[in-house]
């Protein structure tokens, strides 16, 4: 059975510069970070569109969501192993703590004000500020979770951030462990639920929040005008597409089966659609 | 046309397949994939039908992934690997390189050391992949393209006698989709790949990059095909880790739309949500409407 291990480390320090202006080149931990850990390689750095060149597959999802530059490192220990590291500097807090909520799936996290971190499956996940930082612990030998504590403790000290949620996500439940994810375009939406090809939601800002069988997702939009528009087209291309079955809808809601036999209610709000997933049993 | 076959003894298997009409997909689901393998492709006709005495075969696997679920199972390359051995072929060249530790997460590395040690491996095409002319050859356009332009791929490619796709199926963030027609990408430099991603009419323009993959597919069709749909990832793809499901198959063929549109449906997508198969189908690479097509569905 999948082991989830949940820590969370707070540290509390003065703000002393703003942490936008560092690369992640000049934050990752280096072989300096703690004693006895040597750089197998010296630290990789790539920048916008050189990100292909680190992501074999998925650096289409951090451009979407806003990506500044990253750097990757593997740290070797002789007793302890090695870590593999990867930090993502991205071109906001909002766009950070997405990656973050989509990259940790459903592993617990604890809200605290910086940074948040989860581990499970032998991968550390940590959002601080407009950084979000993935440690791989899959060749460690020993003391795991011990040098990871150390790690945030060094990043949260490296760059002091605060962790502001986008406005839309502050409803999210404060819970340790409920399972959310924050989207900021269609491609994310894709790895939570496909509505098809193309974009008939115009995702720009969304919350879904995971719950046993279920999926609610929060689709934002700037304009109530904006939304009942998206949502008159959502309702045709949902009647029209042929990929759902029993539809029935009128302005406010919808309802309608997939083939899967997933049963999607769909609700306009101001300046925002909901649409539950209810899984097939 | 889909038939279905609880399989028994090899024997029963062997005769309906020889007494049936020759299927064009075959899906083998059983707890092993090694035997999988053996059945999928032996429902073919056998490896004997694709590989000559003598032959020089190229095998390319989606292997570079750490997460289960998001690589193909040794075991399906190890069985592929004796068969075509068996079959006669001379040499076998991975056209991807495969790091020796992949070998590593399978039980059966042991007993068949020898026979992988046997095997060549491209070592320089290995994410992510610089141009090099003694090992990848430039290519201005490839007739009958309509958005792929010039590309660097593996020399190889057009050396070998056999080529044999294994993919496995599993979620890709942009296509929805990664399996046979998309593994293609790993004859490419990875500068090559990213112009599927940024020379579109926008920046990572899904229907740019299907178009491209299926273009990509006018470079040499593979001979077989050999889907890994044991354990897939369904999420977060292609590199993981995400939701997984387990659909526990085998499948073999040689129409790369065809697989891909069947495989997808198997792991739970839409067939229609793949933009390549249409535009394979477009391109005449194949038939998207697999039903029309002879499948035959084993459980071991």
């Not at chain 1, 906001?92 to 592993?107: E, H, M, N, V, Y």
């Not at chain 1, 939601?201 to 904006?226: I, M």
Request: with cysteine; aromatic share 12%; net charge negative.
């Amino acid at each position: 059975m999948k082991q989830k291990i949940l820590f969370i480390f707070l540290i509390v320090c003065g703000i002393a510069f703003s942490s936008k202006g560092q690369t992640a080149q000049e934050v990752i931990p280096g072989p300096e970070w703690q004693e006895g850990w040597a750089a197998s390689y010296e630290v990789m750095s790539y920048e916008g569109d050189d990100l292909f060149f680190l992501i074999n597959g998925g650096a289409d999802l951090y451009m979407e969501y806003g990506f500044a530059d990253v750097a990757a490192v593997e740290l070797s220990h002789p007793e302890k192993g090695n870590l593999y590291i990867e930090l993502y500097r991205m071109d906001s807090d909002s766009a950070a703590f997405g990656i973050f909520s989509l990259r940790k799936g459903d592993i617990s996290v604890k809200i605290y004000p910086a940074p948040w971190a989860a581990y499970g499956d032998d991968v550390l996940h940590v959002w601080n500020g407009n950084f979000y930082m993935m440690v791989s612990g899959g060749q460690m030998k020993t003391a795991t979770l011990e040098t990871f504590t150390k790690l945030v403790a060094y990043l949260a000290d490296k760059v002091p951030a605060e962790n502001e949620l986008p406005a839309v996500a502050r409803q999210l439940p404060d819970s340790e462990s409920s399972h959310y994810a924050y989207l900021m375009g269609p491609l994310a939406l894709n790895n939570i639920y496909s509505f098809g090809p193309g974009d008939v939601f115009h995702t720009r800002e969304a919350v879904v929040l995971f719950e046993e069988n279920q999926k609610h997702l929060n689709f934002y939009y700037e304009s109530e005008p904006l939304a009942k528009e998206v949502f008159a087209g959502v309702r045709a291309y949902m009647e029209n597409s042929g990929r759902f079955n029993d539809f029935q809808g009128d302005q406010r809601s919808f309802h309608a089966v997939d083939r899967r036999g997933n049963r999607l209610l769909g609700k306009s709000g101001e300046k925002m659609i909901q649409v539950t997933v209810e899984e097939a049993e | 046309m889909i038939k279905q076959v609880y399989f028994l003894m090899g024997l029963l298997f062997a005769g309906l397949i020889a007494s049936a009409e020759k299927p064009d997909i075959v899906s083998v689901k059983g707890p092993d994939a090694f035997v999988s393998t053996q059945h999928a492709v032996g429902g073919l006709g056998g490896m004997e039908q694709f590989v000559r005495p003598g032959n020089t075969v190229g095998i390319l696997v989606n292997s570079g992934f750490r997460e289960k679920g998001a690589y193909v199972d040794p075991d399906v390359v190890i069985a592929a690997i004796k068969m075509a051995f068996e079959a006669g072929a001379d040499d076998i060249v991975f056209l991807q390189h495969i790091v020796p530790e992949y070998w590593e997460r399978t039980e059966l590395e042991p007993q068949y050391r020898e026979m992988i040690a046997r095997t060549r491996t491209i070592e320089i095409n290995q994410f992510p992949s610089e141009f090099h002319e003694d090992y990848f050859m430039q290519i201005e356009h490839l007739e009958g393209a309509l958005a792929l332009g010039e590309m660097e791929v593996v020399k190889e490619i057009f050396e070998i006698d056999v080529f044999i796709n294994i993919p496995i199926a599993k979620n890709h963030t942009l296509t929805t989709l990664t399996n046979s027609m998309k593994n293609l990408m790993g004859l490419k430099t990875r500068a090559s790949n990213v112009k599927f991603h940024l020379d579109g009419p926008d920046r990572n323009d899904p229907d740019y990059l299907a178009q491209s993959i299926a273009d990509l597919n006018l470079l040499r069709p593979a001979d077989l095909i050999i889907s890994d749909v044991t354990y897939s990832i369904i999420t977060n793809g292609p590199s993981g880790p995400g939701e997984t499901v387990a659909p526990g198959k085998v499948v073999a063929g040689i129409d790369p739309v065809a697989m891909d549109a069947y495989c997808a449906e198997l792991i739970g997508f839409f067939a229609e949500d793949v933009l390549s198969v249409e535009k394979g189908y477009l391109l005449g690479l194949g038939e998207k409407d697999y039903q029309k097509l002879t499948i035959v569905e084993v459980e071991l």
